[in-house]
C-alpha cells in the first residue's frame, strides 16, 4: 500500500476516535440534563410517583 | 395470600420493564465505545477480497451494484466479484454479462441450474468455487442490492490487520429515495438496532448478528467454520456470527463504514421479512442453547448479552406480563397499581428521550431525516404517556383526576364507569398497542385503504409493530409452519446519500 494511502486510512481512523469522543461526551452531558430536569420536576412537583416522592426526600422537601 | 399475588403481579409489571433496562443499558454501554473499540488495533491492508454476490431475478439492481462495487477505492487486483445467479428467469445474465466485457478481471459468473433453495444454498454455490480457487484472503458476503460507499471495505479490512479478527460487519443504513413512513421508520430503527446496538455490543465483546447485506469474513475463520454458511435455518448470517465467535475470534462493527440498503416500503414486504428474522433468531436459540449464561464460551455467554438477547426476543411475552400484572393489581389494589403504572411509563420517558437523543449523536443526517418517526416509533398513546408523564403533575391533573376525583357511581373497584374503562384500557395499553400494529399490517393485507393501516400504524407503534411480528414468529414455530425463504422485492430505488 502507498504511503499516502496509509496515511489517509490513518487520518480518517482518527477523526473516527475523535467522533466516538465527542459522542460520549454529548451523550454523558444528556444523562446529566435529563437527570437534572427530572429532579427540578420532582422537586417542584407534589406527585406521587415513588421516584418523585424518593427524589423530594432526598432534597429534604416533602 | 393477597400479598403474595401483590408480589407476583409487581414481578411481572417489572419484567414488562425489562426491555426498557435493556434499551438503557445498550445506549449506556456506548459511551464506552470511544474507548473500547477496535481502532487502535485496525492498519490500512487491503487483503485479496471475493465479493460474493447472491442473485435471483436482480436485473435491476444488479448493474448498479456491480458498477458502485469497483468503482470503490479499493485496489482492483485485489477485489473480485461472484456473482451467484440462484437461476433466475429475469435478464440478469444479459446485465451481468455486460459487466463481465467491461471488467474480465473482477466478476466471475456462476449459474446456478436449480434455484429456489434459499440465500444461504446461493451463497455456498460461490464460496465453494472461491475457497476452491484459492485467491481471496477474505470473503465478502452482501446482498444484490447493497450500495457500497467509497471507502467502505477499506474500512472494514483495516480490522483484518488483527489477526484474532474473524469477521467485521458494515454500517448499514436504509437508503431508499422514495423517503416513504415505513422506511423512515426503518431508518430510524436501523440507528437504534445498528449504529447504537452494535456498538454496545462491540463494547461487550460480543455480536448478535453481522447482518448478511455486508458481512466480511477471513478465509480462516470460514474455513474454521466449516467452510460454508448454515443452511438449515432463516437466520444464515446470525448462524456464521454466533460459530465465528465460538472458534474464539473477535467479530467486529465498523460503524463508519457504510453501505446502503432498500428496505421493504409496505407493512406486508416488512412483516415477511422481519418474520423471517425472527423465526431466524428462535431458531439461532434452540440451537445454540448450550450457550447462554455459559462463562465457558466467553463472551457469548456473559449475563449481559444473554440479558439483551432474551429480553429482545420475549418482549412480547414481556408486555404481556406487564399488563397482566397492572390489571391484576387494578382488581387488588388499585392505588398501588396506579403508583407502579406512572413509575413504568416515567421510566419508559427517560429510556425514550435518551435513545432519541443518542440517535442524534450517532447518525445526525438519518436522525434529522427521522425526526418525527423517531417521536412516534412507540405510537401515539404511547407518545401522549410519555409526554403525560414527563411533567408530573401534568400527568396528575389529566389523569389522577380524572380518575380519582371523577364523580358519579363508585361500584367499579371504587371507580366510576368511565374512570374504570380508561384506567383498564392504559393498563392493557401495553399489549393492545401489539394488536393495533399487528391492524396495520393486516388492513394493508386485506387491501383497505391505505390510510387505515398508516394511521393505525401510528396509532399503535412502529416498536409494537416489531413486537407484534415477534409474537407470530412463535406461532409460527409452535405450529411447525414452513420456512419460507421469501425474497423480498427490490426496485433499485436507492442512493448512497440517504
Redesign the interface.
Known amino acids: 500500500?502507498k504511503k499516502e494511502?496509509?496515511n489517509?486510512?490513518?487520518d480518517?481512523?482518527k477523526k473516527?476516535?475523535a467522533r466516538?469522543?465527542?459522542?460520549?461526551y454529548?451523550?454523558?452531558l444528556?444523562?446529566i440534563i435529563?437527570l437534572i430536569l427530572?429532579i427540578l420536576?420532582?422537586v417542584f412537583?407534589?406527585?406521587?410517583?415513588?421516584?418523585?416522592v424518593w427524589i423530594r426526600k432526598l432534597f429534604g422537601k416533602q | 395470600m393477597i400479598t403474595a399475588v401483590k408480589i407476583i403481579l409487581t414481578i411481572f409489571v417489572l419484567l414488562g420493564a425489562l426491555p426498557l433496562f435493556a434499551s438503557l443499558y445498550q445506549f449506556i454501554l456506548v459511551i464506552f465505545h470511544s474507548k473500547l473499540n477496535h481502532y487502535k488495533l485496525a492498519k490500512p491492508i487491503t487483503p485479496a477480497v471475493a465479493v460474493v454476490i447472491p442473485c435471483w431475478n436482480e436485473a435491476g439492481v444488479i448493474g448498479n451494484t456491480i458498477e458502485h462495487l469497483l468503482s470503490m477505492d479499493y485496489p482492483h487486483e485485489s477485489l473480485k466479484l461472484y456473482i451467484v445467479d440462484d437461476a433466475s428467469t429475469d435478464n440478469t445474465f444479459e446485465i451481468v454479462g455486460e459487466k463481465c466485457k467491461l471488467y474480465p478481471d473482477n466478476i466471475r459468473y456462476i449459474k446456478r441450474e436449480k434455484g429456489g433453495e434459499g440465500k444461504a444454498h446461493t451463497l455456498n454455490a460461490g464460496i465453494k468455487v472461491i475457497l476452491e480457487e484459492d485467491w481471496a484472503e477474505a470473503i465478502l458476503i452482501i446482498d444484490a442490492d447493497i450500495l457500497f460507499e467509497e471507502t467502505t471495505l477499506r474500512k472494514m479490512t483495516r480490522h483484518l490487520a488483527d489477526p484474532k479478527v474473524g469477521a467485521v460487519m458494515a454500517y448499514i443504513k436504509e437508503g431508499s429515495t422514495s423517503n416513504t413512513l415505513v422506511h423512515k421508520f426503518v431508518a430510524f430503527e436501523y440507528i437504534c438496532a445498528q449504529a447504537a446496538s452494535r456498538r454496545a455490543q462491540n463494547v461487550l465483546g460480543v455480536t448478535a448478528c453481522l447482518a448478511g447485506g455486508a458481512q466480511l469474513l477471513t478465509k480462516e475463520n470460514l474455513i474454521a467454520i466449516g467452510g460454508r454458511i448454515d443452511t438449515s435455518s432463516l437466520a444464515e448470517d446470525t448462524f456464521t456470527t454466533f460459530r465465528t465467535q465460538l472458534t474464539g475470534r473477535k467479530t467486529i462493527f465498523d460503524p463508519y463504514a457504510i453501505v446502503w440498503a432498500e428496505e421493504p416500503n409496505c407493512l406486508v414486504a416488512l412483516w415477511k421479512q422481519r418474520l423471517r428474522w425472527a423465526r431466524g433468531n428462535l431458531h439461532v436459540t434452540k440451537a445454540f442453547k448450550h450457550i447462554w449464561l455459559n462463562k465457558e464460551v466467553g463472551n457469548l455467554g456473559s449475563f449481559g448479552f444473554s440479558f439483551i438477547w432474551f429480553t429482545i426476543m420475549l418482549m412480547p411475552i414481556l408486555m404481556i406480563l406487564s399488563s397482566i400484572g397492572l390489571t391484576g393489581l387494578f382488581f387488588l389494589d388499585f392505588p398501588y397499581s396506579w403508583l407502579i403504572f406512572k413509575q413504568f411509563w416515567i421510566l419508559n420517558t427517560f429510556t425514550d428521550l435518551f435513545i432519541i437523543l443518542t440517535c442524534n449523536f450517532l447518525d445526525p443526517k438519518t436522525a434529522k431525516r427521522t425526526r418525527l418517526e423517531g417521536l412516534l416509533f412507540p405510537g401515539i398513546i404511547s407518545l401522549c404517556l410519555i409526554i403525560l408523564s414527563v411533567y408530573p403533575n401534568l400527568l396528575d391533573r389529566l389523569l389522577d383526576i380524572a380518575v380519582l376525583n371523577s364523580s358519579g357511581n363508585y361500584s367499579y373497584f371504587g371507580l366510576d364507569m368511565k374512570s374504570f374503562i380508561v384506567v383498564l384500557f392504559l393498563y392493557l395499553w401495553v399489549s393492545l398497542c401489539m394488536i393495533v400494529s399487528y391492524l396495520a399490517y393486516y388492513t394493508e393485507k386485506k387491501g383497505c385503504p391505505f390510510f387505515i393501516s398508516r394511521s393505525l400504524l401510528l396509532i399503535g407503534g412502529y416498536g409494537p409493530f416489531l413486537c407484534a411480528i415477534t409474537f407470530a414468529s412463535y406461532i409460527k414455530e409452535i405450529t411447525n409452519s414452513d420456512m419460507k425463504w421469501d425474497k423480498t422485492h427490490k426496485t433499485g430505488n436507492l442512493k448512497t446519500n440517504g
Open positions: 500500500m494511502e496509509q489517509r486510512t490513518d480518517d481512523t473516527e476516535l466516538e469522543r465527542k459522542i460520549s454529548y451523550q454523558i444528556s444523562i435529563l427530572g420536576l420532582a412537583s407534589d406527585d406521587t410517583a415513588y421516584i418523585a
